[in-house]
């Protein structure tokens, strides 16, 4: 089946710094990836849609200049979370859709952060 | 905000039993899917149903369909420990667009 991976899985950062979390899809291409944040208990909340090749759409709410994204390549997009604080501290975790089955994504495993 | 909400909440049941959880949804769909989320870990595809669609097999799983409730079943039979996790309903209303999650159902099945 479709596999996409996270690195890292778990990373914790001081306040103030900023972190990069990495989706890749292994062994498809992902004409569109899928960021979410998942709180405790909580289910997942959507937070920006990307693209290959053309600029993310985020959700109401979610403030893409604290939430970088970029989607490179076809089987890459980054998640920078700029000037991390401790309310940034959440389970992120991204999913891949590719252009043969269009209606399923394809999830990694997530990464925690957690801001100190 | 999410369309869809899950029952129950939570549900313990025993080795061997089986697990029913039901989702409901506000708006029509394209298709609804069934995932399942281990704690801490990524979710994982279980069963998509189209809407043209009532009812779905796929090994011990069994999911039903109702558009006229807006409503959908997830049964798992002979359930086993290792289908202790979260399992989230997740709806689409056109073909590719984004997904939108149920609360989830924490199932725990005791050995």
């Known amino acids: 089946g479709a596999v996409v991976s996270q690195h890292p899985s778990r990373v914790i950062c001081k306040s103030g710094t900023s972190v990069k979390i990495e989706c890749r899809s292994l062994d498809f291409q992902a004409t569109t990836m899928f960021w979410y944040r998942q709180f405790p208990k909580q289910s997942l909340m959507l937070m920006a849609t990307?693209?290959?090749?053309?600029?993310?759409?985020?959700e109401q709410g979610v403030e893409k200049d604290k939430f970088l994204i970029n989607h490179a390549s076809l089987t890459l997009s980054t998640l920078t979370v700029t000037s991390a604080h401790p309310e940034d501290s959440s389970f992120y975790i991204c999913?891949?859709?590719?252009?043969?089955?269009?209606?399923?994504?394809?999830f990694g495993p997530g990464t925690r952060l957690t801001v100190l | 905000s999410q369309q869809g909400e899950e029952d129950p909440q939570a549900l313990s049941i025993q080795e061997g039993e089986n697990a029913t959880m039901n989702c409901s949804y506000k708006t029509s769909i394209n298709n609804l899917q069934w995932y399942r989320q281990n704690s801490g870990r990524g979710l994982v595809h279980l069963i998509l149903?189209?809407?043209?669609?009532r009812e779905k097999h796929s090994g011990r799983l069994r999911v039903t369909l109702d558009t006229s409730k807006k409503s959908s079943s997830l049964l798992i039979t002979a359930s086993r420990a290792a289908d202790t996790a979260s399992y989230f309903c997740a709806t689409d209303k056109t073909s590719g667009s984004r997904l939108t999650f149920g609360e989830g159902t924490q199932l725990t099945v005791n050995p």
């Open positions: 999913s891949a859709r590719g252009t043969s089955v269009p209606d399923t994504q394809y």
């Open positions: 990307s693209n290959e090749g053309s600029k993310a759409t985020y």
């Open positions: 149903i189209r809407s043209n669609e």
